[in-house]
């Protein structure tokens, strides 16, 4: 996030000694995009973080696409079969050479650490509860929760309550669109949120636990690394690089006369993708006002739809957990009677998360495992 942030003790000076009662230098690490030039945090450990005492295992985790379809999906999650293991428990649903969406669950806490080395993450909390630590804090977790993990950051999920999440990882930067900023990265005041609902990291003490075990994630692989120094043995760091949290129900909606488009609820973008938040809010008011989207065709995007909560306007036969994909090349929108249905409706209860890409998605073979087979004729009107 664009705004500075400080935690425990750093130099009054960057790069310059910084010793313990003892006298010991503390080492820093310079986290930073863009080669030099993005956005960065210095942070300071006890241990320097490169001490790497055994290469372990690589796994290949190949993304499995199905060639030769193209249609309409509405996915089912709740009948994905997850495995036990944490970090491996992410169940790819879609993918392109800008993200990779899929659904996870987390059951247990892990002892082992990980790092994406190749993507940024959201996770979207729907349901569970936990605490995110990582060597820049604390973040407690709850449902509704964006959680945004910038590539590069060391973590692991302490499991309150059992954790069902969408994850995006995405291989640029997430970020705020740039129509809700000034100049200066602040937050606008016509933007659906404000920098008061960002959760940033509580610090906590230093962790000087030797022989740690971090699962570095790539794009199609874990590699297994046994690190001499826990990576979470910081006494401080500063700037403008770290994972923070952003709760759905802070989210403002925009609302207006006429149906409004979808980018008034955009929350997030990147390369390639925007994510958008639908949450309750007041239908248009103009007398003759249709509150159901028309049927559109967005030929330079393909919309993915998590169905979080409530009773989505426009679709029939979905529910909590369903995900719709409308790939490009295709027109669609509400299937019959929805339209009708929502004339003279006033607001919605609806919450929903969307992702429209601006290249094709490939579908994994696990998506089509839980596919709902007569979505793609949900627009026929069987009443003729
Ligand atoms: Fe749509």
Same mark, same amino acid.
């Given at each position: ?105 987390? +059951?247990?806490?892990? +002892? ?17 509860? !936990? ?197 490009? !090349?295709?027109?669609? !929108? ?12 006033? +607001? ?37």
């Amino acid at each position: 996030m664009p705004f500075y942030q400080k935690r425990g003790v750093v130099p009054n000076k960057r790069h310059t000694q910084m010793r313990d009662k003892s006298g010991i230098l503390y080492s820093e690490e310079l986290i930073s995009r863009n080669g030099f030039s993005g956005m960065y945090s210095n942070l300071y450990h006890l241990n320097p973080p490169s001490a790497i005492q055994e290469i372990g295992e690589y796994n290949i985790n190949k993304l499995s696409k199905v060639l030769g379809t193209h249609k309409p999906l509405h996915l089912e999650t709740n009948k994905i079969n997850f495995y036990e293991d944490f970090f491996n428990n992410r169940v790819p649903l879609f993918f392109n050479d800008d993200l990779v969406i899929s659904k996870c669950q987390i +059951k247990n806490s892990s +002892k082992k650490l990980f790092r994406n080395g190749v993507a940024d993450e959201l996770f979207f909390i729907h349901h569970g509860k !936990g605490s995110f630590k990582s060597n820049f804090g604390q973040i407690d977790i709850i449902p509704g929760d964006y959680l945004i993990i910038p590539k590069g950051t060391t973590y692991n999920i302490e499991v309150i309550e059992k954790i069902e999440a969408l994850i995006i990882e995405t291989f640029s930067p997430i970020e705020t669109p740039e129509r809700y900023r000034n100049k200066f990265g602040q937050l606008l005041e016509h933007s659906p949120f404000s920098e008061r609902d960002i959760k940033t990291p509580t610090f906590l003490d230093p962790v000087s636990t030797k022989s740690i075990e971090i699962d570095v994630k790539l794009k199609e692989s874990i590699q297994t690394y046994l690190y001499e120094n826990h990576p979470f043995d910081l006494v401080g760091w500063d700037g403008y690089f770290y994972p923070y949290v952003f709760n759905i129900n802070d989210f403002m909606p925009i609302t207006g006369k006429i149906h409004q488009p979808p980018p008034v609820h955009q929350n997030f973008k990147g390369t390639g993708f925007v994510i958008c938040s639908f949450v309750p809010r007041i239908y248009d008011y103009h007398p003759n006002s249709i509150p159901a989207p028309y049927s559109h065709s967005n030929v330079d995007s393909d919309e993915v739809i998590y169905y979080v909560k409530g009773d989505f306007m426009s679709r029939k036969g979905v529910k909590e957990g369903s995900i719709t994909h409308h790939p490009m !090349g295709i027109p669609h !929108g509400p299937q019959p009677g929805k339209t009708e249905e929502s004339i003279g409706k006033t +607001k919605t209860d609806e919450f929903a998360v969307m992702i429209d890409t601006f290249k094709s998605l490939h579908v994994t073979r696990e998506a089509y495992k839980i596919e709902d087979n007569s979505y793609p004729f949900s627009w026929l009107n069987n009443d003729n």
